[in-house]
T-cell receptor, first 116, second 113 residues
Framework: DTEVTQTPKHLVMGMTNKKSLKCEQH?????MYWYKQKAKKPPELMFV???????INESVPSRFSPECPNSSLLNLHLHALQPEDSALYLC???????????????FGPGTRLTVL | KNQVEQSPQSLIILEGKNCTLQ??????????LRWYKQDTGRGPVSLTI?????NTKSNGRYTATLDADTKQSSLHITASQLSDSASYIC????????????FGKGTTLSVSS
């Protein structure tokens, strides 16, 4: 199973709402990632978890709060978002975070987020 | 500064034709280079991965080449199909701790009948 699943596929929320994005993988990967992708742009790294611990936070605003409950699950909690946060949010996983040739990142299908 | 540049930005070809996408990088120290295919609104899917010592890697109708001396890579698509319409992203990994993935901006390929 080389699949990363993400829910929901689409999410529309107001600026005062609290919502969560979910990501799951069962490949035994110990590194998981959140990316934000705007239209016609490459993915931008937001957070990296390695062995369930946050290892990289790319200066992401606190209205985005990641959580890694266990090695298979990754959540992204959203609160008080802005319209400019509307984007495709991608989750990815890899065996480790070393970036070596065995550590290909497998991406999920993404959650299309619209903030009104 | 680590950078990955792709060309062309977009490309339109007729079904059945071949095409070649280019990727130039200035990433050091180099670890590996990947080509991903991303359909609109979907996550990227890995096509090929090449390390420093590999010159060519094929995956079906996709053939990637790497010239580590000139820091250039190409992705050749043979006998294009309508389903090849997507964005193709070149991603270079630096040999260092952490994620160190540098993404190109992608080439948008449109295959028409």
């Amino acid at each position: 199973d080389t699949e990363v699943t993400q829910t929901p596929k689409h999410l529309v929320m107001g600026m005062t709402n609290k919502k969560s994005l979910k990501c799951e993988q069962h490949m035994g990967h110990r590194a998981m990632y959140w990316y934000k992708q705007k239209a016609k742009k490459p993915p931008e790294l937001m957070f990296v978890y390695s062995y369930e611990k946050l290892s990289i936070n790319e200066s992401v605003p606190s209205r985005f709060s990641p959580e890694c409950p266990n090695s298979s699950l990754l959540n992204l909690h959203l609160h008080a978002l802005q319209p400019e946060d509307s984007a495709l949010y991608l989750c990815a996983s890899s065996q480790r975070t070393s970036g070596g040739h065995t550590d290909t990142q497998y991406f999920g299908p993404g959650t299309r987020l619209t903030v009104l | 500064k680590n950078q990955v540049e792709q060309s062309p930005q977009s490309l339109i070809i007729l079904e059945g034709k071949n095409c070649t996408l280019q990727c130039n990088y200035t990433v050091s120290p180099f670890s590996n280079l990947r080509w991903y295919k991303q359909d609109t609104g979907r996550g990227p899917v890995s096509l090929t991965i090449m390390t420093f010592s590999e010159n060519t890697k094929s995956n079906g109708r996709y053939t990637a080449t790497l010239d580590a001396d000139t820091k250039q890579s190409s992705l050749h698509i043979t006998a294009s199909q309508l389903s090849d319409s997507a964005s193709y992203i070149c991603v270079v990994s630096a040999k260092q701790a952490g994620t160190a993935l540098i993404f190109g901006k992608g080439t948008t390929l449109s295959v028409s009948s």
